[in-house]
């Protein structure tokens, strides 16, 4: 089993929905998690940390359920720019190669 | 622009040669990493920097890649006797060891074929 999972899609949905994926991580040790956005044949850019509490930055809402081992993000009113590969990261620190990457969930959003 | 600089952009280089990457990391930011990444997959760890102190290799590092930060700013990766199988995008993030939870801040990576 993969230390983080994703769906790879791709998820493609009309552009104003509402979308949701998940990120599942197999280490209880994990301390902190993060969302990135890729676009195509560029770098990761950072989206949000995700708080334990649940936190949102605009359209963009993230949360994080310990007990199951997941992270998810949610996206409202979803734009043409949205468009993109979302990467979750996680991070054991106990290590650097503990900070760890999904393979990224595929997002295209349609006219 | 103070973010993370990688040069070269794309580097195409035949089998068997040597490169070299540079990168130069936000300038208050200790934590250096250089990952690897390919197509359809989320970048994979291959060393980290504290410092000038190489801490960690990954042991997807063979001994034909050998990295360094001399005086804990830039650093360089390099790839001898490359393989076809080293084409990749070779990117490098810089964190702060000041900041809890400071997450990565990668540069626009180097894109490397190897024919």
């Known amino acids: 089993r993969k230390e983080v999972e994703q769906d790879p899609g791709p998820f493609n949905v009309p552009e104003g929905a509402t979308v949701a994926f998940n990120c599942t991580y197999s280490?209880?040790?994990?301390?902190?998690f993060f969302w990135y956005r890729q676009d195509c044949r560029k770098e990761p850019k950072l989206l949000m940390s995700?708080?334990?509490s649940g936190n949102e930055d605009g359209r963009f809402t993230a949360q994080l359920n310990r007990a199951s081992q997941y992270i998810s993000l949610l996206i409202r009113d979803s734009k043409l720019s949205d468009s993109a590969t979302y990467l979750c990261?996680?991070?054991?620190?106990?290590?650097?190669?503990?900070?760890?990457f999904g393979s990224g969930t595929r997002l295209s959003i349609r006219p | 622009d103070t973010g993370v600089s990688q040069n070269p952009r794309h580097k195409i280089t035949k089998r068997g040669q040597n490169v070299t990457f540079r990168c130069d990391p936000i300038?208050?930011?200790?934590?250096l990493y250089w990952y690897r990444q390919t197509l359809g997959q989320g970048p994979e760890f291959l060393t980290y920097?504290?410092?000038?102190?190489?801490?960690?290799k990954s042991r997807l590092l063979s001994d034909r890649f050998s990295a360094e930060r001399p005086k804990g700013s830039f650093s360089t990766l390099e790839i001898q006797r490359t393989e076809q199988g080293d084409s990749a995008m070779y990117l490098c993030?810089?964190?702060?060891?000041?900041?809890?939870?400071?997450?990565?801040?990668f540069g626009n990576g180097t894109r490397l074929t190897v024919t």
């Open positions: 993030a810089s964190s702060s060891e000041a900041q809890i939870n400071s997450p990565l801040h």
């Open positions: 280490n209880s040790a994990s301390q902190s």
């Open positions: 995700v708080y334990s």
């Open positions: 990261v996680v991070n054991m620190w106990s290590s650097a190669s503990k900070i760890i």
């Open positions: 300038s208050e930011h200790n934590r």
């Open positions: 920097f504290q410092n000038e102190a190489q801490l960690e």
